[in-house]
C-alpha cells in the first residue's frame, strides 16, 4: 500500500471517530464521514464499503493503540513483578484514555460487545502472547509460582478484560482516570490477594 492510501484510510478512520464520538455511530452516515473528511462517497466507499467497516476500523485503531503500549510494558527491561503491575496500569489507564478519546462512541460500543469482541479477536492473541512472556518471565526469574503459565495468562486476560467495563463505566459516572486509586486497587488485589500476610 502506498503512503497515500495509508494516509488516506487514517484520516477517514480518524474523521469516522470523531463523528462517532460527536454524535454518535447511530446518526452518522457514510455522507457524513465523506463530507467531514473533504473526500467524495466514491472515494470513502473505496476503502470502506459499509459503516460497519468502518467502525470496526475505528474500533481496531483504538485496539492497536492500546495493544502497542502492553507490547512496549513487555519490551522494557524490567523484573517480571514490576512489569506485571506496569502492564496492569497501562491497561486501566489506555482503556481510560480511550473512553475520553471516543465520547459518545462508547455507547455503542456497550450495546454492541458481541461486534467489539470479534473485531478484538486478533488483538486478544497478542494480549495472551504479552501475558504469557511476562509469566514465563516471572517464572524464570523466581519471582512468580506458577505452575501451568498458560493457564494462567488466560486467566489473567479474562480478569482484565472483565474489568474494563466496570472501569469505564466508572469513567462515564465520574471517576477521573487521573485518580490511581482504582488502578491501586485493582493492583493490590490482583498482586496482594484477599488473603491476610504475616
Do not use: C, W
Amino acid at each position: 500500500m502506498s503512503e497515500a492510501v495509508v494516509k488516506t484510510r487514517e484520516r477517514l478512520i480518524d474523521v469516522a471517530r470523531q463523528l462517532f464520538a460527536r454524535i454518535g455511530v447511530d446518526n452518522t452516515t457514510m455522507n457524513d464521514i465523506a463530507k467531514a473528511s473533504a473526500k467524495g462517497r466514491r472515494t470513502l466507499y473505496t476503502y470502506f464499503k459499509s459503516k460497519t467497516e468502518i467502525y470496526n476500523a475505528v474500533v481496531q485503531s483504538e485496539l492497536k493503540i492500546l495493544y502497542d503500549s502492553l507490547e512496549a510494558v513487555a519490551k522494557k527491561k524490567l523484573p517480571a513483578d514490576e512489569k506485571m503491575v506496569e502492564y496492569t496500569r497501562i491497561r486501566l489507564e489506555s482503556t481510560g484514555k480511550a473512553v475520553y478519546r471516543n465520547g459518545t462512541l462508547r455507547a455503542s460500543f456497550f450495546r454492541d460487545m458481541r461486534r467489539v469482541e470479534s473485531v478484538r479477536k486478533a488483538y486478544d492473541e497478542r494480549d495472551f502472547k504479552v501475558l504469557l512472556n511476562i509469566l514465563q518471565e516471572g517464572i524464570e526469574q523466581d519471582v512468580f509460582d506458577i505452575s501451568d503459565p498458560a493457564k494462567a495468562a488466560i486467566i489473567l486476560q479474562s480478569l482484565m478484560k472483565g474489568m474494563e467495563i466496570p472501569y469505564i463505566r466508572g469513567i462515564i459516572n465520574g471517576f477521573s482516570p487521573s485518580d490511581n486509586s482504582q488502578e491501586n486497587s485493582v493492583i493490590d488485589l490482583l498482586f496482594k490477594g484477599i488473603k491476610k500476610h504475616k
